[in-house]
């Protein structure tokens, strides 16, 4: 059986928020809300939804720079979701986080062979000149950067810093939030490409976040579709392009932009704001937007039933519809 490296066994996130309505009064709003997934070594899953979905919270759950309200983490085999002080702080070693925004992520105080130095020391690795221009290499930047300060760089640049900072402490697992989203259209294609080479060298074990399936589908072994903090659709990532069985997941695949010319977009019935994860109406989250609906799915939570062999779908209507 293929090595399991990270299973996440109904993991939730609640956030207490103050009421906008009712002075002192608490809401909770639900980030995240029972999510099932696992990562095999050595492959790509791709996180897709619209913003404030709860991309960015599952990932922080993943590296356990948040603290799951329910749920399980267990990673190579152990569980890792309520880990506290030092042994939180090891585990937290063996994932890496890449951002959005390099330049807030990175230390403006250091300069680039500062940036790498460090970590690399904290490894025991070599940590000299030419050990940091090896690693600046692998993310395609040159040995003229060394002394410079982040802020010294262009958006591309820091992010390939970013990227090599990463790399720097040998993480068994990358989490990788929007990397591109900040960047240059022109850019984007370049760091995606890096992020492509390194997959095949490394044999990175990546979860890859973006709101774009596009950029998702260039990338990654397979695809989690998650709407209002659940996951909708989980298939590799061709059969969700070919084969997509949720109408959520049709809906983002119709909103994306036709490469032939003269062919218009469907109208979306993503227009308008997801749904809010503050107080959600039981049953399938996606029911407010959905032209399937009947009275089954009021009562139904999205738990994902098996497609086919890796193909999830979180609609009671599966097999039943039809695009
Ligand atoms: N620290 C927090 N406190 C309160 N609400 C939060 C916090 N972090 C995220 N949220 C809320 O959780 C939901 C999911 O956010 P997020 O994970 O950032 O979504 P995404 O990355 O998909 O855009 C949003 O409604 C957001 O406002
Ligand atoms: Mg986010």
Redesign the pocket.
């Known amino acids: 059986m293929a090595d399991k490296l990270l299973k996440l066994k109904g993991i939730g ?1 609640d ?3 103050k009421s906008k309505e009712v002075m002192r009064t608490k809401q909770i ?4 809300d029972h999510v099932d997934l696992e990562i095999t070594k050595g492959q790509t899953l791709g996180l897709v ?12 759950l993943i590296c356990r720079l ?1 603290e799951p309200s329910r749920g399980e983490i267990i990673f190579s085999g152990r569980p890792i979701h309520d880990l506290k002080g030092k042994s939180l702080r090891q585990i937290r070693n063996r994932f890496q986080p890449v951002f959005q925004d390099p330049l807030g992520s990175l230390n403006p105080r250091l300069n680039v062979f500062q940036t790498l130095a460090e970590p690399l020391r904290l490894k025991n690795k070599p940590a000299d000149q030419n050990a940091v221009i090896t690693l600046l290499q692998s993310v395609g930047l040159g040995p003229e950067l060394l002394y410079r300060y982040a802020h010294q760089l262009s958006g591309g640049q820091q992010q390939r810093l970013g990227i090599a900072r990463a790399l720097s402490l040998d993480p068994e697992l990358i989490v990788a ?2 990397p591109v989203s900040s960047l240059d259209v022109s850019i984007q294609a370049q760091i995606l490409n890096l992020f492509l080479e390194l997959q095949k060298q490394l044999s990175l074990t990546m979860i890859f ?1 973006s ?1 774009d399936l596009r950029v998702i589908s260039q990338l990654v072994d397979q695809v989690a579709v ?1 709407y209002v ?1 659940r996951i909708m659709e989980l298939a590799p990532t061709q059969e969700l392009f070919t084969n997509p069985q949720h109408p959520y997941t049709w809906a983002l695949l119709e909103a994306l932009p036709k490469l032939e010319p003269g062919r218009k977009r469907k109208r979306s019935i993503l227009t308008g704001d997801i749904p ?3 107080n959600p109406a039981p049953g399938c989250h996606f029911y407010s937007r959905c032209k399937y609906r009947d009275a089954g799915c009021e009562k139904y939570e999205n738990a994902l039933w098996q497609h086919s062999e890796n193909h999830q779908v979180a609609c009671q209507k599966m097999g039943k519809i039809k695009k």
Not at 29 to 32: F, G, K, N, Q
Not at 49 to 60: A, N, Q, Y
């Open positions: 996130k956030y207490a928020i709003l639900i980030a995240v939804g619209e913003s404030g979905c709860g991309k960015s919270t599952l990932g922080k948040e939030d929007e976040i709101h998650m903090g809010s994860p503050i």
